[in-house]
C-alpha cells in the first residue's frame, strides 16, 4: 500500500505570509495527487489536482507543485478564509489520503 | 448544477446494519465513479472504495472488505453504502464523492452513530 507522509501535522502563521504544506510519497505516484482543504463541518473541497492544476474557482494564491515523490502545496499569501485543515490524496494506486494539516492564525 | 445529497443521520444499534444514500443531480449519474470516504471525530479522511455506476464495478479498501457494500441504483440516480456488524468504530461521518480530476464534488456527510 501506498503511503502518504503529510507535514507538518498544525501549523500557525499570520496573515500574508507564505504557507506551505508537504506530502512524501512512499513510491512514485507521479502527478496522482490532489490537495483538499476542509472547514469545521465542512465536506473537503478540491483545490488542486495532478499535482499542479488548479481547481475551478479556487484563487490562485493556492499553488501545487512536485519533486520527486515529495508533493507541496504552498498559499502565496494566507487570507482568513483559508484557516481549515488541508489534506493529499494520492490516487496512483487505490487511494490514500495524508494524515492533514491544521492550519491556524498566529 | 451537480449536486450529490444524502441521506440524514443514523443512530443505530451495535452489530446491525445501515445504508446510506446519495442522490446525485446535475451531471450524467452513470459516467463518473463515486467514491465513499470516512471521517471519525476529529479524525482524518480515510478511503473506503468506489463505484462506477455505469456497470456496477467496485472496488474497496481491504479495510473496508466485508465491512462496507457500495451499490447504485441508475434509475434514481442513487449511490449506497451499506455497512454491516457495526462497532463502535464505525461511528463517523461518511461523505460521498465524485471522481473527476480530483473529487471535485462532495456529499454533505452522513453522521453514523452506532450505540446501544
Known amino acids: 500500500d501506498i503511503q502518504m507522509t503529510q507535514s507538518p501535522a498544525s501549523l500557525s502563521a499570520s496573515l500574508e505570509e507564505i504557507v506551505t504544506i508537504t506530502c512524501q510519497a512512499s513510491?512514485?505516484?507521479?502527478?496522482?495527487l490532489s490537495w483538499y482543504q476542509q472547514k469545521p463541518g465542512k465536506s473537503p473541497q478540491l483545490l488542486i489536482y495532478g499535482a499542479t492544476s488548479l481547481a475551478d474557482g479556487v484563487p490562485s494564491r493556492f499553488s501545487g507543485s512536485r519533486s520527486g515523490t515529495q508533493y507541496s502545496l504552498k498559499i502565496s499569501r494566507l487570507q482568513v478564509e483559508d484557516i481549515g485543515i488541508y489534506y493529499c490524496?494520492?490516487?496512483?494506486?487505490?487511494?490514500?489520503f495524508g494524515g492533514g494539516t491544521k492550519l491556524e492564525l498566529k | 448544477q451537480v449536486q450529490l445529497q444524502q441521506s440524514g443521520a443514523e443512530l443505530v444499534k451495535p452489530g446491525s446494519s445501515v445504508k446510506i444514500s446519495c442522490k446525485a443531480s446535475g451531471y450524467t449519474f452513470t459516467s463518473y465513479d463515486m467514491h465513499w470516504i470516512k471521517q471519525q471525530p476529529g479524525n482524518g479522511l480515510e478511503w473506503i472504495g468506489w463505484i462506477y455506476p455505469g456497470n456496477g464495478n467496485t472496488k474497496y479498501n481491504q479495510k473496508f472488505n466485508g465491512k462496507a457494500t457500495l451499490t447504485a441504483d441508475k434509475s434514481s440516480s442513487t449511490a449506497y453504502m451499506q455497512l454491516s456488524s457495526l462497532t463502535s468504530e464505525d461511528s463517523a461521518v461518511y461523505f460521498c464523492a465524485r471522481l473527476n480530476w480530483g473529487f471535485d464534488y462532495w456529499g454533505q456527510g452522513v453522521m453514523v452513530t452506532v450505540s446501544s
Open positions: 513510491q512514485d505516484i507521479g502527478n496522482w
Open positions: 490524496l494520492q490516487a496512483y494506486s487505490a487511494w490514500t
